[in-house]
């Protein structure tokens, strides 16, 4: 069974996608037996052990994977300029990759950039093989977020892009039950080719453990009540009302909101921070993953938000790892987002509508008051990671792909 994914962040990058695909990838070579390839970009840290950077393809294999890298420019994604050149040399690389790899049984087109799913589709048709469009993102409605770039014309041609691409899958992958229902009633899915497979956490590596920890202790967090946000400080995650609720906080020195990782807002956030005088607000750098389990222990409640209107054309990810922590967290999102189906449905979380900052600051007072109850939700949380398991999702798509291929 011979598997090819197409998407530009792979190991050893680290955003989510990447991770996640790398992850899959390895898991359907080593657990199931799978011929997996990957047509990746050469990472924008820096390039892959052994990389020849003046090559437009090159090889190396990890973990039972091969690796063909689609090399293109890596110049710094904070402006659009850089993100464009980026995409279109990628592109025009696993053109060329496409053309190279051991013929498929089934091709996998992710969305990390929207266009590459062109470049899996002709590799699908050339070698006879299955094509399968994994939406992480969906497009252009994910595009509206750029702040240094918007175009109609850009619009509609990812608009046009996307429904092509699901008009010609033979299977296509959802992250959740509204992105389903998003792409059959707004893009003209078929509704039988659409399957729903979560996104995961590995439940083996993140294990709940004590807050007192070396994290905790080392940035003085063991006393104080933590509300964390985890993962990329970007566009999509309104993360200005946390801000908004923790100027409501400031009378409860108890209190501490603690944000994790890097992304295109953390600079803007951390100078409104400071300019404000915001006292219990913390950043602290990107975890790798190794350290994700005792960073999120030091959180007693976590964050997961979202920009209104985008429930369905993005799930966030984090959420997952949330729960594989046995933490409880507060969605503030709509209520059709998966992070709040989640939150009632199992009783792990609280919801609030998205950019209220009171409706947030009241319930982490809630849950700092009521330490049993964050308790209760942590543990419910645990319990519903399994769900969400790695080895569960990768399943899903071993049996998805072998059905495809008509095995």
Not at 141 to 165: G, I, K, P, Q, Y
Not at 248 to 276: C, F, M, N
Not at 351 to 362: F, G, N, S, T, Y
Request: proline share 6%; glycine share 8%.
């Amino acid at each position: 069974m011979r598997v090819c994914f197409f998407n530009r962040s792979y190991w050893p990058d680290m955003a989510a996608t990447g991770q996640l695909l790398t992850e899959l990838a390895e898991d359907l070579a080593g657990t199931h037996g799978y011929d997996v390839s990957v047509v990746a970009g050469r990472p924008l840290r820096g390039a892959a052990p052994g990389a020849a950077r003046w090559a437009p393809i090159t090889g190396e294999a990890r973990n039972g994977v091969r690796i063909f890298r689609a090399n293109g420019t890596t110049l710094a994604p904070r402006r659009f300029a850089g993100r464009a050149a980026n995409y279109l040399t990628y592109f025009a690389s696993a053109c060329l990759a496409g053309l190279r790899i051991p013929r498929p049984d089934v091709v996998v087109a992710l969305t990390d950039p929207p266009i590459i799913g062109l470049a899996a589709l002709m590799t699908a048709r050339l070698s006879r093989a299955r094509f399968v469009f994994l939406c992480e993102d969906v497009f252009p409605e994910v595009a509206a977020l750029l702040e240094d770039f918007h175009s109609d014309l850009v619009n509609r041609t990812l608009d046009r892009l996307n429904r092509h691409l699901l008009r010609h899958a033979d299977a296509v992958v959802a992250l959740g039950d509204r992105m389903k229902r998003r792409l059959v009633e707004e893009k003209g899915a078929r509704a039988d080719r659409v399957h729903v497979i979560h996104n995961w956490a590995d439940c083996a590596a993140i294990v709940p453990q004590p807050k007192d920890g070396p994290f905790a202790r080392e940035h003085g967090l063991v006393d104080r009540f933590v509300l964390m946000h985890s993962g990329n400080v970007g566009l999509s995650q309104a993360l200005d009302v946390l801000l908004d609720a923790a100027a409501l906080l400031q009378d409860d020195p108890s209190i501490v909101i603690v944000i994790v990782g890097d992304g295109t807002k953390r600079a803007a956030l951390e100078a409104r921070a400071a300019s404000e005088k915001l006292t219990n607000v913390r950043f602290l750098p990107y975890q790798p993953k190794a350290m994700l389990a005792g960073s999120f222990a030091a959180a007693d409640v976590f964050l997961v938000s979202l920009e209104p209107g985008l429930e369905g054309y993005i799930v966030p990810s984090k959420l997952y790892g949330i729960l594989a922590a046995g933490r409880a967290f507060i969605a503030a999102v709509e209520p059709d987002c998966e992070a709040a189906v989640i939150a009632r449905e199992d009783a792990c979380g609280l919801a609030v509508p998205p950019r209220d900052p009171e409706a947030l600051a009241a319930a982490v007072r809630r849950l700092a008051a009521d330490r049993a109850l964050t308790a209760r939700l942590g543990l419910a949380a645990r319990e519903a990671a399994r769900r969400f398991d790695r080895p569960v999702a990768v399943g899903a798509y071993a049996e998805l792909l072998r059905r495809v291929a008509g095995r």
